[in-house]
Every structure is written in structure tokens, then in C-alpha cells.
């Protein structure tokens, strides 16, 4: 009898220990599970990082600049252009200094009219280029030629000792563009200026145009000049879309066709013409006036 019990207590004590071992392993067991599928989740995370950073990566590559040459300044306005702007200074062109002639580049005319005691008159023109490059930091060419083209059309308000500022936006000629006018007082008479800042996609152009009535001869009709500085513009436009292939016969409208047939930039340093500099310079209309004290 005592045996018998002996066994069955050592039955019991074995059972007992079985059972309490089976939760462990069940435990056991679903920790390996829960950590195989945290390794699933992370994979998926770490994949899903992986594509988001290279979809990041190819969004901010800036795009090329549309235009990745200008044409040659001096040559800009065709000859029948010159005869009505500059009559007596057709062949007096002078091309500014540049350091590099892709991303910058003016020119410079000047006309007398000497009419002995009757007076004479005097016109100016000038028209300057800018070539803005896409920046990977920067931005697009498009974006910095923008951004340059609302400063300049500013400086252009801003003359110092001008009189009678006005101005206004312009149609029809580039993506944007926009004309200042004001008289300026000199010694010998009263200069009226016309200033045309305009952008066609990553170039700017800034057509400076004007006239003075001298030794007591009428001072030229803004409205002649405005006139005739506008037509200049629209053709300095279309002077940068020929140079790049566009269709020479197109209307550089505003937004439409003055990206017709683009070029790509060409590779190499970026962000140049990124300030006024040496090409402008010689565009100021005080100094066009200076020039002939």
C-alpha cells in the first residue's frame, strides 16, 4: 500500500512538471515569432526609406536652362532697326568687355544729328544680355533670370535726379517684361529715357534707349521713343531665340513662343551671370548723358 501511493505521488510530481514546462515553450515559441515579424516590418521601413529617398533625390535635380547661348550683341538689331533708332550712328556699335561672352554681352550706339544753329539731336542705344545657368543649389536658370529681371526693372525706377518716372508692363515681348521712362536734366539738355527690361526664359534683355534736343532744338515725343525701344526689345528677343535654334520668324509673345525650339544649357560652371557686372555698366542712361558733357 505504501509503495502504491509512493508511485502515484511520483506520477503526479512528473505530470505536474510537464505541465508547468509547456507554458514556458508556448512563450517561448511566440517571442520567435513576434521578432521574426518585427525583422518583416523593419525590412518594409527600411525599403520604404530606401525608395523614398531616391524619389527625393531624383526631385531635386534641377532641370537645364532652356537657352545656352547668346547671339552676338553688335549684331542684335538688324540694319533697318539702326537707321530709324540711331540714323547718324548706324555704324557706331561698340561691344562691351565681357569675360564670357555665353552668359553676357552689350552694345552700345550713338547718333548726332548736327543741324549747325538749327540745334542738333542726339540718340543713344543700348541693349545688354544676360545668361543665367541652372544651380543645383540655386535653382533653374529660369528662376535666377526671374528673380534678376524684378531687381533690375527696380534699379530702373530708381535713377537718381530723374523726373516724370513711369512705368509699365509690356506684352508681347518675353515671358515678362517691363518699361520705365523718366526725363533726366543735363547741361545740354533734357535726355528721355526709355528703359525695356525684359526675360525670355534664363536671359535677360535690357534694351536703353535715348534722345535729347541740343543747342535748343525740341527734345525728341516720349512717345516716339517708347515706341521704337519696344521694337528693339521684341527684336533683341527673338535674336536670343535664333541664336538657339528657335524659329526665326516666330513672335516672342509673352509665355508662348519665345521658348520655341529650346537648346539645352550647356554643362560647365553654373550660376553665372549671376550679378550685374561689367556688361551693364556702360547701360546706365545718367552715364549715356555723361557721355557727352
Not at 538657339?244 to 520668324?249: F, L, P, R, V
Request: charged share 25%; with cysteine; hydrophobic share 30%.
Amino acid at each position: 500500500m505504501h509503495r502504491s501511493v509512493q508511485r502515484h505521488r511520483q506520477r503526479l510530481t512528473r505530470v505536474l512538471v510537464g505541465a508547468a514546462a509547456l507554458p514556458v515553450m508556448l512563450v517561448a515559441s511566440g517571442c520567435s515569432s513576434d521578432s521574426g515579424d518585427g525583422s518583416g516590418d523593419d525590412a518594409k521601413k527600411d525599403s520604404g526609406s530606401s525608395a523614398s529617398s531616391s524619389a527625393t533625390e531624383a526631385a531635386a535635380v534641377v532641370k537645364e536652362a532652356t537657352y545656352a547661348k547668346l547671339p552676338e550683341p553688335c549684331k542684335v538689331f538688324s540694319s533697318k532697326t539702326l537707321k530709324e533708332l540711331v540714323p547718324e550712328g548706324t555704324k557706331s556699335g561698340k561691344e562691351g568687355k565681357s569675360e564670357d561672352i555665353s552668359t553676357r554681352g552689350n552694345c552700345s550706339w550713338d547718333s548726332l544729328d548736327n543741324k549747325g544753329v538749327d540745334g542738333s539731336q542726339f540718340r543713344w542705344l543700348n541693349v545688354s544680355l544676360l545668361r543665367f545657368e541652372s544651380d543645383q543649389s540655386r535653382g533653374t536658370g529660369e528662376k535666377l533670370a526671374s528673380e534678376y529681371y524684378t531687381k533690375h526693372a527696380e534699379d530702373a525706377r530708381a535713377v537718381e535726379d530723374a523726373k516724370n518716372t513711369k512705368s509699365q508692363p509690356v506684352s508681347g515681348t518675353g515671358n515678362e517684361a517691363t518699361l520705365v521712362t523718366y526725363d533726366l536734366k543735363k547741361k545740354e539738355g533734357t535726355f528721355r529715357q526709355q528703359t525695356l527690361v525684359t526675360r525670355v526664359e534664363n536671359v535677360v534683355v535690357t534694351v536703353d534707349y535715348n534722345g535729347a534736343g541740343l543747342a535748343g532744338n525740341d527734345s525728341p515725343k516720349a512717345a516716339d521713343l517708347t515706341k521704337a525701344a519696344e521694337k528693339a526689345a521684341k527684336e533683341a528677343v527673338q535674336a536670343v531665340v535664333t541664336a538657339n535654334g528657335g524659329n526665326s520668324g516666330a513672335t516672342s509673345g509673352s509665355g508662348s513662343d519665345a521658348s520655341a525650339s529650346p537648346s539645352k544649357s550647356a554643362s560647365g560652371s553654373s550660376g553665372k551671370g549671376s550679378d550685374l557686372g561689367g556688361a551693364d555698366d556702360d547701360a546706365s542712361p545718367s552715364k549715356s548723358a555723361t557721355k557727352k558733357d
